[in-house]
Antibody, heavy 118, light 108 residues
Framework: QLQLQESGPGLVKPSETLSLTCTVSGGSISSSDYYWGWIRQPPGKGLEWIGTIYYSGNTYYNPSLKSRVTILLGTSKNHFSLKLSSVTAADTAVYYCARGRGGWFDPWGQGTLVTVSS | EIVLTQSPGTLSLSPGERATLSCRASQSVSSTYLAWYQQKPGQAPRLLIY???SGATGIPDRFSGSGSGTDFTLTISRLEPEDFAVYYCQQYGSSLWTFGQGTKVEIK
């Protein structure tokens, strides 16, 4: 059974770069049948798609975040990563990683709360 | 970018009642790429419906999806206590994914 687990600092200072890793177990990140995504959820609010990466390495980002986001595959270690630069308090959220297929995401990781504060 | 608008914002119903949730797109969405998720407090979203009407693995058959073009519906035929949660629709198109703002189904 495929499982995803987010990891990274829970506290990031304003203007710095948020870095998270999603570790995939029970399946290969190198499968061409799937893609991998990051989604976030500010406290008490809805879901926001951040970006997606395919097996080929092609990436697609939310236009509202594109200038600050980088998603990379770590094929040798079955993980993928998220970097979000120049963070502000508005980037405080639970960050989820998920596997994608067709146009949907399933399954999701449990999520990790990242707070932006000095 | 396609905007998804869900209604109502909150639905107050009793167990055993039927729930009808709406998701309207700002432009036509391929049914293939319309999904619904359930999210309970403190949990990650769970896929319920994909391809507008196909149930995900392990999802009870009281959950059904329908619709096409710009109007999609999630129906819960008879609400069970565990169904009170927030529901999101989501679409994919032109290499962009977007979510609706969510509908909360609460106990009346």
């Amino acid at each position: 059974q495929l499982q995803l687990q987010e990891s990274g600092p829970g506290l990031v200072k304003p203007s710095e770069t948020l870095s998270l890793t999603c570790t995939v177990s029970g399946g290969s990140i190198s499968s061409s049948d799937y893609y991998w995504g990051w989604i976030r959820q500010p406290p008490g609010k809805g879901l926001e798609w951040i970006g997606t990466i395919y097996y080929s390495g092609n990436t697609y980002y939310n236009p509202s975040l594109k200038s600050r986001v980088t998603i990379l595959l770590g094929t040798s270690k079955n993980h993928f990563s998220l970097k979000l630069s120049s963070v502000t308090a508005a980037d405080t959220a639970v960050y989820y990683c998920a596997r994608g297929r067709g146009g949907w995401f399933d399954p999701w990781g449990q999520g990790t709360l990242v707070t932006v504060s000095s | 970018e396609i905007v998804l608008t869900q209604s109502p914002g909150t639905l107050s119903l009793s167990p055993g009642e039927r729930a009808t949730l709406s998701c309207r797109a700002s432009q036509s969405v391929s049914s293939t790429y319309l999904a619904w998720y359930q999210q309970k407090p403190g949990q990650a979203p769970r896929l319920l419906i994909y391809g507008a009407s196909s149930g995900a693995t392990g999802i009870p058959d009281r959950f059904s999806g329908s619709g096409s073009g710009t109007d999609f519906t999630l129906t819960i035929s008879r609400l069970e206590p565990e169904d009170f949660a927030v529901y999101y629709c989501q679409q994919y198109g032109s290499s962009l994914w977007t979510f609706g703002q969510g509908t909360k189904v609460e106990i009346k």
